[in-house]
């Protein structure tokens, strides 16, 4: 079973952060990304769009390659990108399934605080944030604005890549969460470089192509 854990990664377009989750991907011989955008994006993968009868034909064909060879590529792009149910009926396929890695496109558009307001609600999603690493699932949690991830998001991650941001706010939010180490050295990044979190308070600078 691989190393489950829950990775955030916030950079705005262009900085840098699909190229980061493509490469740490590149290796996995199980993996699904939830893809908000139309185009391909570099993913490599089979590609299905959420219409009802592609997910019947994306369900047949994940079911046929995990018997056959246990391994699959998928990249899904919903039919309404910015609908919870259809993101948390997915997320809950990946639950069951395990193993795999799992990337979220764009989560702050569809994963707001009200999911975690309301009870009995979202159940699949939340089941696989808080425990989904105990099942071998790698969430990859991708986000443009860090500000507007959930505090219930933010805390089961045990990684996190941020790309250089000049927005007070998400400086703030940052500074919260990860100290203000990362705030100091977000300062300095050139382009395509991300300040590295993890959890035990290791923080260093990168650059995706090294």
């Given at each position: 079973m691989s190393d489950g854990r829950n990775i955030f990664?916030?950079?705005q377009t262009g900085s840098g952060k699909t190229f980061l989750v493509e490469r740490a991907i590149a290796g996995s011989s199980r993996c699904l990304v939830y893809l908000t955008k139309r185009e391909e994006c570099g993913y490599h993968g089979v590609y299905f769009d959420g219409l009802a009868g592609e997910r019947e034909t994306m369900l047949r064909w994940w079911r046929l390659a995990n018997a056959r060879a246990?391994?699959?590529?998928i990249v899904y792009r919903p039919r309404d990108p910015w609908s919870f149910e259809e993101f948390n009926a997915i997320a809950g396929l990946v639950y069951r399934c395990g193993d795999m890695d799992f990337v979220c496109e764009e989560l702050g558009g569809y994963v707001t605080s009200s999911v975690f307001r309301?009870?009995?609600?979202g159940q699949e999603f939340k089941s696989l944030l808080t425990a989904g690493r105990t099942r071998g699932v790698r969430c990859w949690l991708m986000s443009q604005r860090?500000?507007?991830?959930?505090i219930e998001v933010r805390?089961?991650?045990?990684?996190?890549?941020?790309f250089h941001s000049q927005e007070p706010a998400d400086l703030a939010y940052l500074s919260d969460w990860l100290g203000i180490e990362v705030e100091l050295?977000?300062?300095q990044l050139a382009q395509y470089e991300?300040?590295?979190?993890q959890q035990g308070g290791?923080?260093?600078v990168a650059r995706w192509p090294a």
């Amino acid at each position: 079973m691989s190393d489950g854990r829950n990775i955030f990664v916030s950079g705005q377009t262009g900085s840098g952060k699909t190229f980061l989750v493509e490469r740490a991907i590149a290796g996995s011989s199980r993996c699904l990304v939830y893809l908000t955008k139309r185009e391909e994006c570099g993913y490599h993968g089979v590609y299905f769009d959420g219409l009802a009868g592609e997910r019947e034909t994306m369900l047949r064909w994940w079911r046929l390659a995990n018997a056959r060879a246990n391994r699959f590529r998928i990249v899904y792009r919903p039919r309404d990108p910015w609908s919870f149910e259809e993101f948390n009926a997915i997320a809950g396929l990946v639950y069951r399934c395990g193993d795999m890695d799992f990337v979220c496109e764009e989560l702050g558009g569809y994963v707001t605080s009200s999911v975690f307001r309301k009870t009995d609600y979202g159940q699949e999603f939340k089941s696989l944030l808080t425990a989904g690493r105990t099942r071998g699932v790698r969430c990859w949690l991708m986000s443009q604005r860090p500000k507007g991830i959930p505090i219930e998001v933010r805390s089961e991650a045990r990684e996190a890549y941020v790309f250089h941001s000049q927005e007070p706010a998400d400086l703030a939010y940052l500074s919260d969460w990860l100290g203000i180490e990362v705030e100091l050295k977000m300062a300095q990044l050139a382009q395509y470089e991300h300040v590295h979190w993890q959890q035990g308070g290791k923080i260093e600078v990168a650059r995706w192509p090294a």
